[in-house]
């Protein structure tokens, strides 16, 4: 057995898990953890013949390890180790490790919360931080601490990790740490790409210069299959007549037969350029890679709880993963890693990735977790799922009749959502297909979320062929090829799943109608109109739009049905990339239950006049409308009281002389409040008012009916009701519009700003050794001091500190602008006068 990096650390790990129930550790990529550790800690006394599983965040990887792990024994996959994917699995009844996917183990503890016959789990890899992972964490630490009588060992392994902050989350677990051994990688930074640059002409460029300068293998990483496949034909085209170079994808939508390639080493004599996503990252090891080309970009799906879509960004990796990416080439000797971005752009990355449980669809986590019978907040988690998009989750499983409300307001999980919960696939597919058993559709209804889980079958992406989900269908019926065999056979393991007696309406509805039911019962929200005749652009039952981002033959289909969408950054909106057109005759039959009927009390614009209608409706989608004659008078007053919500309270007559009455009782009710006590004066502030329209608007709209009216209501009598006696003279008291200054002028105080403006001529003032104060001594007025003019020559709180400081340098000023004016030396002792000159003088 070779000797690994990790073989040094095996010692503190086995003592670490003698010890304590659970560990962390830290080790490098290649340092050889995946491979030495289930192993090493196979035969350990505390195991006591029970079994390993290992949690790896891709089928591939999982089955690689499997692989590996069983060659080490000398022995065939399915012995002492095994493996359970999704499609595949390879156990025995002597099977002793188990190298399972998360979701695998999420399900399993479901089923067996106690995972009786388990004494040790590893979760592989898990820096990755996957949403399975995490769910599958959170559920084994309630398992382990509630249902178990034996110990339940937990060891979290991975390649960069917050040791610590996973150590705090497992009761201040012991962190083992393995330095591994690299050989050193020489850095090569490259251009920064600009702004709208495309990164495949760059990648290739630098493949090529790396192909050159260079000896060994390569692994390039790129963000996603689309920028693989034209980087592939570009590299194609280049090395056409070079028989030394193979050309090998890998991404885990792959045939076996073709990751293997890309990960066995070269022939004798030959090199290998490997085009891989980030799951070449940490998760696989592939032989004879010297070279790293590093493009810096993950592709990387970020949930919207407002929309309810996944939106698709390509974003800059973070430093931990470029480090993670530059080791791969120094493994077994000394490397290269070209990087397409500056050393100065590196310092700026993120320190570490986002956990995808900040960031992802959480429906499948809120129906396990109904499954499971609580909520998030009673598990522990290293993240806690966000409550916004958690919220999300559980409204749309209520759409899919997974979940209902019980008598205390809580959700619980009913038959169907049970049924859905048993299924190995996301929350939508999984009611379409029992939807589509019951209607006698469970074939198809398999071939479609088969299609729909597996992507895209056509060779060259989802737009080859247009967006018409329907020619992937007869496709798959009829072509041939590993992508087509893989669809195939994940179809007949749902057709496997269904059970019970499925209906018929083999006579009532063709194979496109059918297709479009099935999409409309996962997707509800995704039932899309065309917004014009032959146009690109939709509204979809949500609310939303999309759009086709290229001439497609679906644009001519009024109604669709879209089963992807996304968009990407700089794109202002989703982009339609897989739908079936349909026929809205299935609003009338199997698509009934997604029609409601609404009374509607809406203005028209352009009249600007109340109408009412009753309208049948798909979500935001106006199926059909007709005229709802005689106007229920409660109805009426309602709608309008919503439009003045919507449009808000300048509809109705306001005049600057309201506005002051709104801002003295808030300035009254905020000095009131900022002592600590209640208040006798109402909020009357516009968000108050919109609010409480009921009280105070809806017994005067009786006679509105068109816009114009709102113009012609007595507004302050309607507020005056909200200021009971005696308040109307307090507020006159407190709050007074205008102020006595000692010239015998009244000046009206300005309530808009805070604190209330008195704009007063300076001369007026002379005499007057303080500030004014209103409300009872409580607020000091903001003195505008003004020149005969008008015109402000000082703004103050203090007015002893003026007259005191200021204003000798002021007088000089004015004397020389305002000759005719009275400037005396002492302001205190002075008469005020509004006019030029005092009376006498």
């Not at 699995?89 to 009786?116: C, N």
């Not at 008078?633 to 709608?639: T, V």
């Not at 001594?777 to 402000?792: D, E, F, I, M, Y």
Request: proline share 6%; net charge neutral.
């Amino acid at each position: 057995m070779n000797s690994l990096p990790i073989d040094e650390a095996l010692p503190a790990l086995r003592q670490a898990l003698c010890q304590r129930d659970e560990a962390v550790l830290e080790a490098p990529p290649g340092a050889g953890k995946t491979t030495r550790v289930p192993l090493a800690l196979l035969d350990e006394p505390w195991l006591a013949g029970q079994t390993i599983v290992m949690l790896e965040p891709r089928r591939l990887a999982a089955r690689a390890a499997a692989e590996r792990l069983a060659s080490e024994l000398g022995e065939r996959v399915g012995e002492t180790v095994g493996y359970r994917i999704r499609l595949d699995s390879k156990v025995g009844p002597r099977t002793r490790i188990e190298v399972v996917t998360e979701g695998i183990l999420a399900r399993r503890l479901q089923d067996d919360p106690a995972l009786e016959g388990v004494g040790l789990v590893i979760f592989d890899e898990f820096h990755e931080r996957s949403l399975d992972a995490d769910l599958a964490l959170a559920l084994t630490l309630n398992a382990r601490q509630l249902l178990r009588d034996e110990p339940l060992k937990l060891l979290l392994m991975s390649a960069t990790l917050e040791g610590q902050r996973l150590s705090a989350l497992l009761d201040d677990a012991p962190v083992v740490r393995s330095e591994g051994r690299m050989h050193p990688v020489e850095q090569r930074w490259g251009r920064p790409l600009a702004s709208g640059e495309r990164v495949e002409p760059r990648v290739v460029q630098t493949v090529l210069q790396a192909l050159q300068d260079e000896h060994g293998s390569v692994l390039v990483f790129l963000p996603g299959q689309a920028e693989i496949r034209r980087v592939n034909e570009a590299l194609a085209e280049q090395l056409d007549g070079r028989g030394d170079v193979l050309l090998c994808p890998l991404h885990g939508e792959l045939e076996l037969a073709a990751q293997r390639a890309a990960i066995e080493p070269a022939s004798a004599g030959m090199r290998k350029v490997v085009l891989a996503t980030n799951i070449a990252e940490t998760s696989l090891t592939i032989d004879g890679v010297r070279v790293v080309v590093d493009a810096g970009l993950a592709r990387v799906p970020r949930f919207d709880p407002g929309s309810g879509m996944t939106r698709l960004e390509t974003r800059r990796i973070s430093r931990a993963s470029a480090t993670q990416r530059a080791g791969r080439a120094g493994r077994l000797e000394p490397g290269v890693c070209y990087r397409l971005w500056s050393a100065e752009q590196h310092a700026q990355l993120a320190a570490y990735g986002e956990a995808e449980i900040l960031q992802a669809d959480l429906a499948g986590v809120a129906l396990q977790l109904a499954r499971w019978g609580g909520e998030p907040d009673e598990l522990t988690w290293l993240d806690t799922p966000p409550a916004a998009a958690y919220a999300q989750a559980q409204a749309l499983l209520e759409r899919l009749g997974a979940l209902a409300r019980n008598a205390r307001g809580g959700w619980q999980l009913i038959a169907h959502g049970q049924a859905m919960a048993e299924l190995p696939a996301h929350p939508r597919l999984a009611h379409m297909l029992l939807r589509g058993q019951a209607l006698g559709l469970g074939a198809l209804a398999a071939d479609v979320a088969a299609l729909l889980v597996e992507r895209d079958i056509q060779p060259g992406g989802q737009r080859d062929g247009g967006a018409d989900l329907a020619l992937r269908l007869h496709q798959l019926q009829s072509a041939r090829g590993g992508g087509v065999q893989r669809v195939r056979q994940l179809a007949r393991q749902f057709r496997g799943l269904l059970r019970g007696p499925g209906g018929d309406t083999t006579g009532a509805l063709d194979e496109r109608q059918a297709l479009a039911a099935l999409l409309a019962f996962a997707y509800p929200d995704r039932v899309a109109r065309q917004r014009r005749e032959g146009g690109g652009a939709y509204r979809l039952a949500n609310g939303r739009a999309a759009q086709f981002g290229e001439a497609d033959a679906l644009m001519k289909e009024p109604w669709l049905v879209i089963a992807e969408l996304g968009s990407h950054q700089g794109q202002r909106e989703e982009r339609i990339y897989r739908a079936v057109a349909l026929d809205p005759v299935l609003f009338d039959g199997v698509l009934a239950e997604q029609v409601s009927q609404r009374d509607e009390l809406q203005w028209d614009e352009r009249e600007g006049a109340l109408r009412a209608e009753r309208q049948r409706r798909i979500g935001e989608l106006v199926l059909a409308r007709e005229p709802l004659p005689g106007l229920d008078d409660q109805a009426r007053a309602r709608a309008l009281l919503e439009l003045v919500r919507r449009k808000g309270l300048e509809l109705l007559p306001w005049t600057p002389e309201l506005r002051q009455w709104q801002a003295r009782i808030g300035l009254l009710r905020q000095l009131d409040l900022a002592n600590g006590g209640a208040s006798e004066w109402p909020d009357v502030s516009d968000a108050a008012l919109l609010v409480r329209l009921e009280d105070w608007l809806l017994p005067y709209v009786g006679k509105v009916s068109r816009l114009a009216h709102f113009a012609q209501l007595d507004l302050p009598g309607m507020l005056a009701t909200l200021l009971p006696w005696p308040l109307p003279q307090r507020l006159e008291e407190q709050a007074p519009v205008a102020l006595a200054v000692p010239s015998g002028s009244r000046i009206r105080l300005d309530y808009a700003e805070s604190p209330p403006v008195l704009a007063v001529r300076l001369q007026e003032l002379f005499g007057l050794a303080d500030t004014p104060r209103i409300a009872g001594g409580r607020q000091v007025v903001k003195l505008h001091l003004l020149s005969p003019a008008r015109r402000p020559v000082q703004v103050t709180q203090d007015l002893a500190s003026f007259w005191a400081n200021t204003y000798a340098e002021v007088k000089k000023d004015l004397k020389g602008r305002y000759p005719k004016h009275y400037w005396p030396d002492d302001p205190l002792v002075a008469e005020p006068t509004a006019r030029a000159k005092p009376r006498g003088q």
